[in-house]
C-alpha cells in the first residue's frame, strides 16, 4: 500500500527536482510539489495528478509546512537556501532531507543538531549520490579498520552536470578546496592535491576537490583525516586549474556574469538517453596508524538516476518513522549496506 503521509518535495521545478517528482510518482508516493515558480509548478502538478503549493524560501514556508511531516529538499546552491528550510522544518516539527554535496552547507546543518533533537527532528543532508554511496563504503571499510586515522575517497562519473549543478561549482570560483586535518576543516589551493586513483580500468589523475564527504564522512566514521578526489575529466581540469589562476576574476561581479551567461548556455540537464547505460563508481581507502591500508570500490547507476533512488527510499523510511532525530548522516543511521539494497550497486575490496 503507498504511504501516504504528506511530504513536502521543494525545487521541484529544478532539473532534479522534475526528476525527483516523477520517480516519486512512480513508486506510488504523493508528494506535495513546492517552488517559487507557480506557473511552472501548476502545470507540472496537473500532468503527475499531484497537489503543490508555491513559495520562496524568503517567505511562504511556514504556510507551504503545514501538515507536512517531512521536506525534501531539492533547490541549491545549499550554502543559501539549507538555512531558510532547516528553520522551517524546526518550526514546523518536520524532517528534513536534502541532496546537498557542498561541505559548508553540511556543516551548516550539523550545527543545528542539538535543536533537531530537542524538537524530534531528522535533519539529513547529502540523501542523493552526493553521498549516500561513498558515505556507506567509507563506513563500511573504517569499520573493519579499527583506528583508520586516514580516508581518501574517489569520484568518477560526472562527465554530465545540470545547470543548476554548474551554478553551484560556479559559487566556489575563487575559493580553496576543502580537506579534513585533525578533524578541523582546513583549506588547499585548487589543483595542488592530486592521487593516482584506480575506478576500475587502471590509475587516472584525479583532483581534490570540495565534496559532502569532507562533512559527513567524518560525522559517519570518525575519522580526523579526509580529502575527496573527483576523475580528472577535461571539464574538471579545465574548472579547477580556471579557479586556481584565475578565482579573484572569476569571482568578481564581471566574472560572476560571465558564469552565469554560460550557465544559461548548458541544456537544463543529461537527457534520459544520456543518461541510460551510465555509471557513478566510487573508491575509498582508509588507513591506520602502523599504515594498515583497506581499498574499496562501489560502482552505482548514473548519479542522477541513482540520486533520485536514494533519496526517495530514505523519504520513505523517514515516513515509516524509521529514522533517529538530530542531524544525521545516511550510513550512521542506516548502516554501511544500506547502499547495496539498490539494483545495479556493486561492492568489492580490492
Known amino acids: 500500500m503507498p504511504i501516504t503521509h504528506p511530504f513536502l518535495l521543494y525545487g521541484a521545478t529544478g532539473y532534479t527536482g522534475r526528476l525527483l517528482a516523477r520517480a516519486a510518482s512512480e513508486r506510488g508516493l504523493r508528494p506535495i510539489l513546492c517552488a517559487r515558480d507557480e506557473p511552472r509548478l501548476a502545470v507540472m502538478a496537473s500532468e503527475l495528478g499531484l497537489d503543490y503549493r508555491v513559495a520562496r524560501l524568503e517567505a511562504g514556508l511556514d504556510e507551504a509546512l503545514r501538515g507536512v511531516q517531512a521536506v525534501l529538499h531539492a533547490a541549491g546552491p545549499f550554502s543559501s537556501t539549507c538555512r531558510p528550510m532547516v528553520d522551517a522544518c524546526l518550526r514546523a516539527g518536520a524532517h528534513y532531507l536534502d541532496l546537498s554535496g557542498e561541505v559548508a552547507a553540511i556543516e551548516g546543518v550539523f550545527q543545528r543538531g542539538a535543536e533537531a533533537r530537542q524538537r524530534g527532528v531528522m535533519l539529513m543532508p547529502g540523501v542523493g549520490f552526493d553521498v549516500v554511496p561513498s558515505d556507506c563504503l567509507a563506513l563500511h571499510l573504517s569499520r573493519q579498520v579499527r583506528g583508520a586515522r586516514r580516508l581518501v575517497l574517489g569520484i568518477s562519473g560526472l562527465e554530465m552536470i545540470s545547470r543548476g549543478s554548474f551554478r553551484t561549482l560556479a559559487e566556489g570560483a575563487g575559493q580553496s578546496i576543502l580537506i579534513r586535518r585533525g578533524g578541523r576543516i582546513l583549506e588547499a589551493v585548487p589543483g595542488s592535491l592530486q592521487r593516482e586513483l584506480d575506478f576500475g580500468s587502471g590509475p587516472r589523475t584525479s583532483l581534490a576537490m ?141
Open 210 to 350: 570540495s565534496w559532502g564527504d569532507v562533512s559527513t564522512a567524518y560525522y559517519s566514521t570518525g575519522i580526523q583525516d579526509i580529502e575527496v578526489y573527483c576523475d580528472a575529466i577535461p571539464t574538471l581540469w579545465m574548472m579547477v586549474m580556471a579557479n586556481r589562476w584565475f578565482g579573484g576574476l572569476l569571482a568578481s561581479d564581471v566574472g560572476r556574469l560571465g558564469l552565469e551567461f554560460q550557465a544559461r548556455a548548458l541544456p537544463d540537464g543529461p537527457t534520459p538517453e544520456q543518461r541510460a547505460g551510465r555509471e557513478g563508481v566510487i573508491v575509498a581507502e582508509v588507513e591506520d596508524a602502523s599504515g594498515r591500508r583497506l581499498r574499496g570500490r562501489l560502482r552505482t547507476p548514473e548519479a542522477y538516476t541513482f540520486s533520485c533512488t536514494t533519496a526517495l527510499a530514505l523519504v520513505e523510511r523517514v515516513l515509516a518513522g524509521d529514522l533517529e532525530v538530530g542531524a544525521q548522516t545516511p550510513a550512521r543511521v542506516y548502516g554501511p549496506d544500506f547502499v547495496l539494497s539498490f539494483a545495479g550497486v556493486f561492492r568489492e575490496e580490492f
